[in-house]
């Protein structure tokens, strides 16, 4: 994640800092993870239907890895529908995607193999909470004046662009070797 998304990566470690900061009672799931959620899905033939993860960040990314026994060639693809792409799923195989944002699923396996998934994300609502001094959204859109709540619109109005700004582009890669 560090090396292909370096201000992303960032973008997440400074919330997560400021989180656990806040809230010295919180633990990590795994202390070398920049993810704080996990999903595990024990099949034994899990099929993900076309989704979104509607409650992720709209530029956050989702780490998903094929685990179990299976012929990539037949089955247990990722098909990312919004790129029009069928993707060779093999098992211990991880791809990083905006989940909140590209429509994915998986195909079916063939009956007597097994297809697992572990899918580590972190969820849009932590990064709204630690933005909004550590208080629901509705607690801080509410508390707002009417000058701060016009300028909170503006900032969400560019917030597109803030966070394709945090994805890499091929030369920021290669400046960076």
Same mark, same amino acid.
């Given at each position: 994640?560090?090396?292909?998304?370096?201000?992303?990566?960032?973008?997440?470690?400074?919330?997560? @800092?400021?989180?656990?900061?806040?809230?010295? !009672?919180?633990?990590?799931?795994?202390? !070398?993870?920049?993810?704080?959620?996990?999903?595990?899905?024990?099949?034994?033939? !899990?099929?993900?239907?076309?989704?979104?993860?509607?409650?992720?960040?709209?530029?956050?990314?989702?780490?998903?890895?094929?685990?179990?026994?299976?012929?990539?060639?037949?089955?247990?693809?990722?098909?990312?529908?919004?790129?029009?792409?069928?993707?060779?799923?093999?098992?211990?195989?991880?791809?990083?995607?905006?989940?909140?944002?590209?429509? @994915?699923?998986?195909?079916?396996?063939?009956?007597?193999?097994?297809?697992?998934?572990?899918?580590?994300?972190?969820?849009?609502?932590?990064?709204?909470?630690?933005?909004?001094?550590?208080?629901?959204?509705?607690?801080?859109?509410?508390?707002?004046?009417?000058?701060?709540?016009?300028?909170?619109?503006?900032?969400?109005?560019?917030?597109?662009?803030?966070?394709?700004?945090?994805?890499?582009?091929?030369?920021?890669?290669?400046?960076?070797?």
């Amino acid at each position: 994640f560090a090396t292909w998304a370096p201000s992303l990566f960032t973008y997440y470690a400074q919330h997560l @800092h400021d989180l656990l900061l806040h809230d010295m !009672t919180l633990i990590m799931n795994w202390m !070398t993870s920049i993810f704080v959620c996990a999903t595990f899905n024990f099949g034994p033939r !899990t099929l993900c239907f076309q989704h979104t993860d509607s409650s992720n960040l709209p530029f956050s990314w989702c780490a998903i890895t094929a685990l179990g026994q299976f012929d990539y060639c037949l089955g247990g693809h990722l098909v990312l529908w919004d790129l029009k792409l069928v993707i060779n799923f093999l098992p211990g195989s991880m791809v990083l995607i905006p989940s909140a944002i590209l429509r @994915h699923s998986n195909t079916t396996i063939c009956c007597k193999e097994k297809w697992y998934s572990f899918t580590q994300y972190m969820a849009g609502g932590l990064f709204h909470w630690v933005d909004y001094s550590y208080q629901s959204s509705e607690a801080y859109w509410n508390g707002l004046n009417n000058e701060d709540h016009l300028r909170a619109q503006a900032e969400r109005e560019g917030w597109w662009k803030f966070g394709l700004g945090l994805f890499s582009r091929l030369h920021d890669l290669k400046s960076m070797r």
